[in-house]
């Protein structure tokens, strides 16, 4: 196997890195599925597109379909455990900008609005890019 696309697969992680992926995964799908198509009280890519173009993320509606489809895509990449490292990375930089363009200014606590638990889901997904998928994963299972 190529040593780059071996580098991306290995995981040194075991079991717990496991349940904190599949846990992240279904959080950032739940996200992504009110972005893209309006579940679970969303308001879909139309109204999404609206709110970041107000808070000056333009265009709104790309804004909004690529944030929801790294959230929904990516946190079904966790969830299976299939290229979890890139998939990792997408939702760590889509943190990052929810943070920095909307919760910073409203201080640590989620009773705010605050930043607390987008960094707890930065936590979560720097650990995944750092030691890969984990014991249950299909990349542990392709790379072996």
């Not at 638990?117 to 890019?129: H, I, K, N, R, S």
């Amino acid at each position: 196997m190529n040593n780059a696309i071996s580098n991306i697969l290995s995981t040194r992680a075991g079991s717990g890195l496991s349940v904190i992926r599949i846990l992240v995964g279904v959080i950032f799908m739940a996200h992504g599925a009110q972005k893209l198509f309006g579940l679970f009280g969303g308001y879909g890519l139309e109204g999404t597109g609206q709110w970041m173009e107000s808070i000056g993320l333009a265009p709104g509606y790309l804004m909004a379909l690529l944030s929801g489809s790294a959230e929904f895509f990516g946190g079904l990449a966790l969830v299976i455990g299939l290229l979890a490292r890139p998939a990792a990375l997408a939702l760590s930089v889509t943190l990052v900008v929810a943070i920095f363009s909307v919760h910073i200014h409203n201080g640590l606590f989620m009773s705010n609005n605050g930043y607390e638990f987008a960094l707890a889901l930065l936590a979560g997904t720097v650990a995944v890019m750092i030691e890969g998928a984990g014991r249950f994963s299909l990349d542990r299972l392709i790379a072996r």
